[in-house]
């Protein structure tokens, strides 16, 4: 079936330091990825839909500037979490629409 | 705006019991709605139910959705500790997308 494959699974940063979670459609092409974040006992709350070749669409409230997409290939779309700061702490997990929508295994972020 | 509720917020049974979980929705142009099953990491696919009136059947797990009432029901029967996890529900829409709408989940509790 198919498989997204998130890196990492989870990372530890400094606050002001950026970093970048991956994910990666392995055997199937994704023209679209959605990103979502999950907090502590909530649900996941959409934050993008990254488009491949073209810009990502932001759902309202999510700071274009700080949460970078990039989907350069079908294979492969990235969020970047630029200057992170505590509050950024959080559980980020991408999706492709396939069937059932396959996610990723998720990547937990914790920023000291 | 796209609207998902589930119902309970949280279940706590002991194994043998069989459980019902509830999810309700409000959508523009209803396209399929999705059963998740989330442990510690990722969720985990269970069902999608675009018809309705047709139950889909995993195991001891089955749901079924009533587009005129606008819910779907997510029954376990004979609950095992394995069982225990966050059950998501999600709507997807004709259009925005493809994107999901997720509602806030119900957490479940199968004591031994």
């Known amino acids: 079936g198919a498989v997204v494959s998130q890196h990492p699974s989870w990372v530890i940063c400094k606050s002001g330091t950026s970093v970048k979670i991956e994910c990666r459609s392995l055997?199937?092409?994704?023209?679209?990825m959605f990103w979502y974040r999950q907090f502590p006992k909530q649900s996941l709350m959409l934050m993008a839909t990254?488009?491949?070749?073209?810009?990502?669409?932001?759902e309202q409230g999510v700071e274009k500037d700080k949460f970078l997409i990039n989907h350069a290939s079908l294979t492969l779309s990235t969020l970047t979490v630029t200057s992170a700061h505590p509050e950024d702490s959080s559980f980020y997990i991408c999706?492709?629409?396939?069937?059932?929508?396959?996610f990723g295994s998720g990547t937990r972020l914790t920023v000291v | 705006e796209d609207k998902v509720v589930q119902s309970p917020l949280s279940l706590v049974v002991h194994e043998g019991d069989t459980v019902t979980l509830n999810c309700s929705y409000e959508?523009?142009?209803?396209?399929?709605l999705l059963w998740y099953k989330q442990e510690k990491k990722a969720p985990t696919f269970l069902f999608m139910l675009?018809?309705?009136?047709i139950e889909k059947k995993s195991g001891r797990l089955s749901s079924i959705l009533d587009k005129k009432e606008l819910f779907s029901i997510l029954n376990i029967t004979a609950t095992q500790t394995g069982d225990s996890a966050i059950y998501l529900c999600?709507?997807?829409?004709?259009?925005?997308?493809?994107?999901?709408?997720f509602g806030g989940g119900t957490r479940l509790m199968v004591k031994p």
């Open positions: 990254s488009n491949e070749g073209s810009k990502a669409t932001y």
């Open positions: 055997d199937f092409q994704a023209t679209t």
């Open positions: 959508v523009t142009n209803f396209r399929s």
């Open positions: 999600a709507v997807s829409p004709l259009d925005a997308g493809n994107m999901l709408t």
């Open positions: 675009t018809s309705s009136g």
């Open positions: 999706s492709a629409r396939v069937y059932g929508y396959t």
